[in-house]
Each structure stands twice: as C-alpha cells, then as structure tokens.
C-alpha cells in the first residue's frame, strides 16, 4: 500500500496529528515546570550552603580577633610592667644621686652656675636654630 503523500495544511487539519503534537507540548510544558522547580531548589540549597560558610567563616575571624585581642593584651600589660619597673629605677637612681648632686653644687657653686649656663645656651642655640 502506497501512502498518499498529504499537504502541511491536510496534517494540521488531522486530529490524530493535532493531539500528538498538544500532547508533546503537554509534556514539554511539564518538563519546564520540572526543570524550573528544580533550579528554584538548586538555588535554595546554594543560598544555604552560601550562607553557612559564611556563617563559619565569620565565626573563624571572631576567635581570631579573639586571640589577637588577647595577645595584644597581654603584649600591653607586659610593656607596662616594665615601664614601672624602669619607672622605679629611674626614681631610685634620682634619690640615690640627688644628695650628692646637691653637695657638689654647695662645694662648688659658681662652677655648677657656669656649666648650667652653658648647658642652658647650648640648648637655646639648638633649639632656636631652624
């Protein structure tokens, strides 16, 4: 049996042709809703992977600001410690020194004045010299 060859227009015109081609519409309509439905999952679970990194991330950076705080800390009350401590030599040397510092200049008073002046006008020459 021969077919008879029938037009563009005789096919569209067929029922028979007409519903497979509404049917695999249907389905392609269907596959699209699938297809969308499963990019709006993706999505979500990128967003929720997305935000809980950096969720642990963030919460890295505070223990590390954490711990730096501490050493910095702990940095600052060691450079204060010394400080007093250098502090408290700096005194004790003064007291220690100033009863002699004193009975040189009662010994020898117009010599203390000149080195004084001299200390003084060396000072004032530097400091007015620009």
């Known amino acids: 049996m021969a077919r008879k060859k029938r037009s563009a227009s005789e096919e569209l015109t067929d029922p028979i042709e007409t519903s497979n081609i509404e049917a695999r519409l249907a389905a392609l309509k269907a596959d699209l809703s ?15 992977v997305a935000s809980e990194r950096a969720a642990l991330a963030m919460k ?45 200049v009662r010994a020898q008073p117009l010599t203390s ?6 200390v003084g006008a060396f000072l004032g020459a530097l400091f007015l010299r620009r």
């Open 34 to 48: 699938t297809l969308q439905a499963d990019m709006k999952g993706l999505y979500g679970d990128v967003s929720e």
């Open 60 to 104: 890295a950076a505070e223990e590390l600001a954490d711990k730096a705080m501490r050493l910095a800390e702990e940095a600052a009350g060691q450079a204060r410690s010394r400080a007093m401590g250098y502090k408290e030599e700096a005194e004790d040397w003064a007291e220690e020194n100033a009863e002699e510092l004193r009975a040189h």
């Open 113 to 118: 004045l000149m080195i004084a002046g001299g």
